[in-house]
């Protein structure tokens, strides 16, 4: 899987606590991203970072933040879990962003939110 | 509005014999279109992608995409379908952030 890798790969909790999820890469791509995948809706955007300290939203930004304090990490933050965030989360990392490059996505995090 | 749109959710194709699965957009503009496939458990990973030129993109395990501007279509075909080729397909469209169709499964009968 490209060099990404996420934790925890499965993960259970309840509604109302906080959750972190994190992406970490060795390609020393510029471009990072946080998908979810749901049933009936292919993958959706999230958040995505085109560096250090620079992140911006995606199409289902909201009960989510995101942090890249480093070239090789990306942390999904749920503040307070919700039932409709049970999902499966995928991270992709990109040298450039969408059409010019491709994007390489990690093994995915499976969340379960009871 | 971009939107993009696999009309099946499910193809079943014989060992040995063509496959086809479908795309179609709706986006102004010329955007750049993206084929990737997913195995169980696993992340997507990359198959083919058009940018400009050529109709007919030729991408990785033998699979090919075939552009139709008129129809804005993106369909990825197969000449011989393996086993192996079993999983689920996805179609992505844009010009910065990718937008994906809801999937594909293909299954092909042994």
């Known amino acids: 899987d490209a060099g990404i890798t996420q934790s925890p790969r499965h993960k259970v909790t309840e509604t109302g606590t906080p959750v972190t999820l994190r992406c970490h890469q060795t390609e020393n791509h510029r471009y990072m991203y946080w998908y979810r995948q749901d049933p009936g809706h292919g993958l959706r955007l999230i958040h995505y970072s085109y560096g250090v300290k620079d992140t911006d939203k995606g199409e289902v930004s909201d009960g989510y933040s995101v942090s890249r304090s480093k070239t090789e990490d990306f942390l999904l933050t749920l503040e307070s879990a919700t039932s409709s965030q049970t999902s499966v989360y995928f991270c992709?990392?990109?040298?450039?962003?969408?059409?010019?490059?491709?994007?390489?996505f990690g093994p995915g995090t499976r969340l379960t939110v009871l | 509005a971009q939107s993009v749109a696999q009309p099946e959710d499910q193809v079943n194709v014989a060992e040995g014999n063509p496959l086809t699965v479908k795309c179609t957009y709706s986006v102004s503009g010329n955007p750049y279109l993206f084929w990737y496939v997913q195995y169980p458990n696993r992340g997507l990973q990359f198959l083919l992608k058009?940018?400009?030129?050529?109709?007919l993109v030729k991408g990785s395990y033998g699979f090919e995409a075939e552009f139709n501007k008129s129809q804005t279509s993106f369909h990825l075909k197969k000449p011989s379908a393996l086993v192996s080729d079993s999983a689920l397909y996805f179609c992505?469209?844009?010009?910065?952030?990718?937008?994906f169709g809801t999937g594909t499964r293909l299954t092909v009968i042994p």
């Open positions: 058009y940018i400009t030129g050529d109709n």
């Open positions: 992709a990392i990109s040298e450039d962003r969408g059409q010019l490059d491709t994007q390489y």
């Open positions: 992505a469209v844009g010009f910065d952030n990718l937008f």
